[in-house]
């Protein structure tokens, strides 16, 4: 078993809106070995994402990666992550919303914790419930983890789908990675153009899951596992949106008080994009509870705009001006979707910074 937790940044670039986590990994029949140069290659297409450290997880079959961009846990938290007894490994790219309340109960069931950050959460959460262990996760993620003892992947993606993940499965051979470029530089994965991705792109727009524009490359979709044991792939939904009505009953205050309570308890760096008097309850949330903030403001603003005037009155780290080189973010964007950007939804989405506010459904 090989394990590398190399200290200080890996060398990436990219810009701010491109930086987060990725990961990279690969699972091959018993018989043979994961190539650890091939999975060094697959994490380096991911260092303009997470550019601060690379861990591998490398045991003959399995191989694990990521490139982390540390967030929470600065200290203690590089992966990957395991459990007690090091038979549950994980990698994450994302942020579990709940991970302080989960912690909480998995250790008043005696799990104890090498971390203080949130994936530790996942491989406890795995040794109480296995594959429905993401039914107990609020936020967004995508995450690899290998059970040594079941031999068995498990990859897992959020609700909504905010993180990506692809994957391709040929041979008996499962490889994936969070972006397409990192997938690609897998040697042995064909290079041939779906077709049926590029007629959906110009039907609606965008390469609906999921397909994607390499024929064999696949999206895991959102609120989806994948389970590989055995040589035998197990894809299964775990999460459905309910449009019945949720809020029978709940008065506006009561649902304020809980926007607020869990903006609150969300995450460990918070921050805001204001283009406007929208976010101020936002603000006035973070004002109350005495919460440091960072707001992120359009260049064009008036200096007597409510979600401003909050913020200087906040103390708040003000960043202004996230006008971006088009160019250069639609080449960022086509190498993380591996796609051309067909709406300014997803520009402004991706340019924007924005904030890590997104509530579970």
Not at 65 to 73: E, N, P, T
Not at 136 to 149: I, P, S
Not at 168 to 182: M, N
Not at 247 to 271: F, H, P, Y
Request: charged share 25%; glycine share 10%; with cysteine.
């Amino acid at each position: 078993m090989v394990e590398t937790r190399p200290a200080g940044r890996t060398g990436g670039r990219g810009p701010l809106f491109a930086r987060m986590c990725g990961i990279a990994g690969q699972l091959r029949p018993p018989t043979q070995v994961v190539d650890l140069e091939r999975l060094a290659r697959m994490c380096a297409g991911l260092e303009h994402r997470g550019p601060d450290s690379r861990g591998i997880f490398h045991d003959g079959r399995v191989g694990l990666g990521i490139q982390r961009l540390r967030i929470i846990d600065l200290d203690t938290g590089d992966q990957p992550i395991y459990s007690e007894d090091r038979s549950v490994v994980v990698v994450l790219n994302g942020e579990i919303y709940n991970y302080r309340e989960l912690r909480r109960e998995l250790r008043a069931r005696g799990h104890r914790f090498a971390t203080r950050g949130d994936t530790e959460v996942i491989v406890h959460l795995y040794e109480e419930h296995g594959v429905d262990c993401v039914r107990h996760l609020h936020g967004m993620f995508a995450f690899a983890l290998w059970d040594r003892g079941r031999q068995q992947l498990l990859l897992a993606r959020d609700r909504v789908g905010k993180k990506p993940l692809v994957y391709a499965l040929r041979d008996g051979v499962l490889s994936f990675a969070s972006e397409l470029s990192a997938l690609l530089a897998d040697d042995q994965i064909p290079r041939e153009v779906d077709f049926t991705a590029v007629d959906r792109y110009l039907a609606f727009g965008y390469v609906p899951s999921p397909l994607t524009a390499i024929r064999g490359v696949r999206k895991l979709p959102p609120a989806h596992t994948l389970v590989m044991r055995d040589g035998r792939v197990t894809l299964r939904r775990y999460w459905q949106l309910d449009y019945g009505d949720k809020l029978q009953g709940v008065d506006e205050r009561e649902l304020c008080e809980r926007i607020r309570a869990a903006l609150l308890r969300a995450t460990d760096i918070a921050g805001v994009y204001s283009i406007g008097g929208g976010n101020s309850a936002v603000l006035r949330a973070f004002e109350e509870a005495g919460r440091a903030c960072r707001v992120f403001v359009g260049h064009d603003l008036d200096a007597d705009n409510i979600a401003l005037l909050r913020a200087r009155r906040l103390h708040a780290i003000l960043h202004h001006d996230l006008r971006q080189d088009m160019r250069a973010a639609c080449l960022h964007i086509m190498r993380a979707h591996g796609a051309i950007p067909a709406s300014t939804a997803l520009m402004t989405s991706n340019i924007q910074v924005v904030t890590p506010f997104n509530l579970p459904g």
